[in-house]
């Protein structure tokens, strides 16, 4: 996988993807401009082009960030077995890029309909994070911690990802605009987590059963209906 370099954390260009990684998240990517971004940082609008042509330019190197990320954490240690512990860890990791790009998660279908070369990216990162997270659950199932045949190992990873892509999109959908906050959004995207885990329950053995309870409390802030109905309602005027 190819991805670009980080420059250094103090850096004007390291300091433009911070900044618009907040405001796309926060405002939604077509909110944004470079105009905006600019200001943010106290910049002149030719010094951000200094370093990117336009936004799409940002988009893409945000993008390539969250691609590094992604498959940095799919993997699995070839010196041991997995433990229900590497289970948590990977649950935290995707609730971590999540909550990281989760403006890429929301505007999913707008950002690839716009750039070409970013869908046909998206397309190969698609792929390759299967192949990867279905080695996880292979990996998984040879440390007994989840009991599955091959075709439904491939479908629940299928599944998975759909509820991780998807899931941010979804609960934005139903948030009204007066009650969006980041507090509010971090519990909903926890709440995919939870999903997660149903989603996997009836496939778990061994230590990743006996700990189902405990993993189903880390995430759930209460029936998953009840949250999304209470978040979807739009505050008294």
Request: charged fraction near 25%; include cysteine.
């Amino acid at each position: 996988m190819t991805t670009t370099a980080r420059k250094s954390p103090g850096s004007t260009r390291e300091r433009i993807l911070d900044s618009a990684l907040r405001l796309f998240n926060a405002q939604g990517e077509r909110n944004v401009t470079t105009n905006h971004i600019a200001e943010d940082l106290g910049i002149s609008p030719g010094n951000l082009y200094y370093h990117f042509r336009n936004k799409a330019d940002i988009v893409s190197e945000l993008f390539n960030h969250y691609e590094a990320l992604v498959s940095g954490f799919l993997q699995v240690p070839e010196d041991r077995v997995l433990t229900w512990q590497d289970k948590m860890g990977y649950l935290e990791s995707i609730l971590d890029s999540m909550w990281g790009a989760r403006f890429f998660h929301r505007d999913l279908s707008h950002l690839l309909n716009q750039d070409e070369d970013l869908r046909l990216r998206y397309n190969a990162f698609v792929q390759r994070t299967l192949e990867q997270g279905l080695r996880v659950y292979e990996g998984l199932r040879s440390a007994g911690l989840l009991e599955a045949t091959d075709e439904e190992l491939r479908a629940l990873m299928v599944n998975t990802w759909v509820i991780t892509a998807s899931w941010t999109g979804f609960v934005h959908g139903l948030v009204p605009p007066e009650k969006q906050q980041e507090s509010l959004d971090h519990t909903l995207l926890r709440q995919g987590i939870y999903q997660l885990v149903c989603l996997e329950a009836p496939y778990l053995r061994g230590d990743a059963a006996s700990h189902l309870a405990e993993i189903k409390q880390r995430y759930s802030a209460g029936d998953t209906l009840s949250v999304l109905f209470s978040a979807a309602t739009p505050k008294s005027a």
